[in-house]
């Protein structure tokens, strides 16, 4: 299936169908998100009518409404992460040499299939079942659940289906520092750790039921994972580098060497809009309520925003220092706007987006410059687009949130505890001092559990593969076949052989 995608993706009409067929799919998805936010509107409406007057609708009728069509948005929403796996796939994919891409296709797979199993027996209890402000201990293989999940009033199961893509994120971004030289053992021991473990844990202290982190004075604000997902996942990755060393051949450009150049950049360009498309669930699906309509608008603007400023911005800060269009730099800027903007994204304005957005593509650039010049191998640039972002975005909620907004609730916006306000619109150092607090502590306690675990594996040698074998190549090594057959890599004037051997069985 693979060796026919990429062979299609060579003719120009199997190009403008797939693409066709896609923009089919986000025109439906649009359709159906556009009639949910209809029926948010409207029922809002009535929510708004009840309060002014409490004949008119029973807050029983309101609830067995408003509960349904939330839970619908939700889950529409984890359909819409879940399918940055897809992207996640064909960026990794083309950032890396042809050797890996198996590799990398069944790593992110696997991957997926693992945390959901993981995540269903003991991940969702860690981080989100009641304990106490440093791990939950109730749902247990989602035993004794509720129909509703605490005060969302969205259904049980589609509450942990989102949560499960969340969780599928974080763990598939730490495969992107590790891609060419990690065994697939060592693939799947890591994988345990992070969906079971860490990840949860760490995602108990900011969205759990009394989280220690969501709880203090001025709780820790990331409206849907600069730090739980991205922070955490990009550490991790930098764990992950540095246990494995760099690949073989590798050169950095402290010592006269170079990148090495990705093989196919339509596919990872593909890819990051794969990403981009999704992150219109993970971002403004965190509302976790389409009566948030006006929410709903406000984070999806502000995500559009900061993804196209990183994009500009990346492309013009790589053209002034090569003077060439950089495609790899342009594809990481917009990603780089988008993990940054998603702490922030609620709080604050499309100017401060596109500031925030803008910002984060070039402390992109600069981190991979530093991460090259400390001698780690990230082939993807996952440690400085989705951990040094990730940081970025969560200290901009303590610069740029504008105290006009609360946090979403059931019905829609809150504001009775109070509005998130920033360092540049008034709000003093409180917040800002708070996400310095949360974004430290996790990215140093994730940076040394990380470092334990990755060395661990690598210790018992199931992390990097043996010499001789990461020459051969390990997609031969480990799946047993290459993803590009011989006889489709013919580049001469004539029809490949294989097709005249084929002609002539014909003939015969």
């Not at 749902?139 to 969340?166: I, K, N, R």
């Not at 800027?333 to 988008?338: H, M, V, Y």
């Not at 047993?480 to 029809?495: D, K, N, Q, V």
Request: hydrophobic residues 50%; glycine residues 14%.
């Amino acid at each position: 299936m693979i060796r026919r995608f990429v062979e299609g993706m060579k003719q120009r009409d199997s190009r403008r169908f797939f693409f066709t067929y896609l923009g089919g799919k986000m025109a439906g998805t649009a359709v159906v998100l556009a009639g949910m936010l209809g029926l948010a509107w409207y029922f809002g409406g009535q929510a708004g009518a009840q309060t002014a007057d409490a004949t008119q609708v029973p807050v029983e009728t309101l609830t067995n409404v408003i509960n349904p069509v939330n839970t619908v948005w939700v889950l529409v929403a984890a359909f819409l992460v879940f399918f940055m796996q897809a992207g996640f796939m064909m960026l990794e994919a083309g950032f890396a040499r042809t050797r890996e891409t198996v590799n990398v296709l069944m790593e992110c797979i696997v991957d997926t299939a693992m945390c959901g199993i993981f995540f269903w027996a003991i991940g969702f209890a860690f981080m989100f079942g009641e304990g106490n402000g440093w791990i939950g201990h109730q749902y247990f293989f989602l035993s004794s659940a509720p129909a509703t999940y605490g005060t969302t009033g969205v259904a049980f199961l589609a509450f942990w289906l989102f949560q499960f893509a969340f969780a599928d994120t974080a763990s598939t971004i730490v495969s992107g520092a590790m891609v060419g030289r990690t065994s697939f053992k060592g693939d799947l021991l890591y994988s345990i750790g992070v969906s079971a473990f860490i990840y949860p844990i760490v995602g108990h202290w900011i969205w759990g039921p009394g989280g220690w982190l969501a709880t203090m004075d001025t709780p820790f604000r990331d409206f849907a994972g600069s730090t739980v997902v991205h922070t955490v996942g990009g550490v991790l990755a930098l764990c992950g580098a540095i246990a494995l060393g760099p690949r073989l051949g590798r050169k950095f450009k402290r010592d006269g060497g170079s990148f090495m150049v990705g093989h196919d950049m339509t596919i990872a360009a593909v890819g990051g809009i794969i990403l981009w498309f999704g992150w219109y669930g993970f971002n403004p699906g965190s509302t976790l309520s389409a009566m948030d309509f006006e929410g709903i608008g406000r984070v999806a603007a502000n995500t559009t925003l900061a993804a196209c400023a990183g994009c500009l911005v990346g492309l013009a800060f790589m053209y002034l220092r090569t003077k060439k269009w950089d495609p790899g730099i342009t594809i990481n800027g917009f990603l780089a706007g988008l993990v940054a903007i998603t702490a922030p994204c609620y709080w604050v304005s499309p100017l401060g987006a596109v500031i925030i957005g803008g910002v984060a593509a070039i402390i992109c650039v600069l981190a991979i410059d530093l991460i090259e010049f400390i001698r780690v191998d990230d082939p993807i640039g996952a440690v400085a687009v989705h951990g040094v972002c990730g940081i970025f975005g969560t200290l901009a909620v303590g610069l740029f949130a504008t105290g006009d907004f609360g946090v979403p609730g059931a019905t829609g916006a809150d504001v009775s505890t109070g509005t998130v306000t920033g360092l540049f619109y008034g709000g003093g150092t409180d917040q800002l001092v708070a996400q310095l607090i949360g974004s430290a502590f996790v990215t140093v306690v994730v940076l040394v559990v990380g470092l334990v675990l990755m060395f661990s594996i690598k210790a018992v040698n199931q992390l990097r593969l043996p010499a001789e074998h990461e020459l051969e190549g390990i997609d031969i090594v480990e799946h047993g076949g290459s993803a590009y057959h011989p006889e489709f890599a013919y580049m001469g004037g004539g029809p490949p052989a294989a097709a005249l051997s084929g002609a002539r069985l014909l003939d015969e």
